[in-house]
Structures are given as C-alpha cells and as structure tokens.
C-alpha cells in the first residue's frame, strides 16, 4: 500500500510503544515526543606521505538521538519500576520503543520508528504550582543504540 502523497500528515496523531506490544491506554498516552534522530559523523584522515594535500573521509560510527517522551501524571509506577530495573542493573530491562504515525483518520500507520535497546536515562515530574491551571507532567529521556524506520 502506498501512503506517499503530496501533502504531508500532521504531527498529532501518535502511538507510543514502550516495548510492552501496548498503545492503549493512560501508560501509552503521550502528549508530546522530542526530535527523533541520528548522525553518522565523519572520520576525516590522511596519510603522512600522501600525494595530495587533502583527506579522505571515512564514515564513523552511527550514533543515535536522546528522544524525550512527556505525558500527564496518571498515578502509573510503570515508568518508575522500568527506571528501577534499569539502575538495578538488570540488562532485560532494554526495550525496542515504537512511535507510530497515523493517518489523519487513524484507519493507518504511515510511519513508524523503532528505538533499538532503548533505557531511560532520565526521569523527571513538575513543574508544580499552585497558582497554575496546568496538567502535571512527568518525563522521560530515552538513550537508544540504533534507529531503524518503517
């Protein structure tokens, strides 16, 4: 099936998998997903006796994009319990995250990114103010070692 088209989908209409098989449901409700990403830097090198006055450029090492996932405070541990198992130094505790584009109707995926041996490498809740109209927030911050697109 071919979802190309001349206008491009919106940015609003998500699904997040954080390595459970689940997308439904508060634990899975993320408002918002940071830049997802990679570089592949170049190597640059030339030898001493080399002819030519200019180096060869060699590919380095892929290196992957910190991704940052935030939503409401749902009163779930099972971001906490997953950073537990992570700081306890338990090596399952890597997971493949899946973010899922939909169509505008959601009858479809049109794209999806997979987060390779994904770990949270940081959590955080607030800011609280009791001034505020605001939703309370929680975050996280995921390390991942390989991105792979669908």
């Known amino acids: 099936m ?5 206008r491009p ?5 998500f699904l ?7 997308t439904d449901g508060p634990d899975a409700g993320f408002q918002e ?5 990679m570089k592949v830097p170049v190597i640059e090198y030339r030898n001493g006796n080399s002819k030519v006055n200019s180096v060869i450029k060699l590919t380095g090492l892929n290196q992957a994009q910190d991704v940052r996932l935030s939503r409401g405070i749902i ?3 099972a971001l906490y319990d997953w950073l ?3 700081r306890n130094g338990d090596q399952n505790a890597l997971r493949t995250v899946t973010i899922l584009l939909q169509s505008e109707d959601r009858a479809s995926v049109v794209q999806t990114w997979k987060l ?3 770990r949270i490498v940081r959590y955080s809740n607030g800011p609280f ?3 505020g109209n605001q939703v309370a927030m929680e975050e996280i911050v995921l390390a991942y070692e390989r991105l792979e697109m669908e």
């Open 2 to 6: 071919n979802l190309w088209r001349d």
């Open 9 to 13: 989908y919106t940015d609003f209409n």
């Open 33 to 37: 997903v940071s830049e997802i990403g």
């Open 16 to 22: 997040v998998d954080l390595g459970t098989g689940n």
């Open 75 to 77: 009163g779930s541990l």
């Open 84 to 86: 537990n198992d992570i």
């Open 116 to 118: 390779l041996n994904a």
């Open 129 to 131: 103010d009791a001034r």
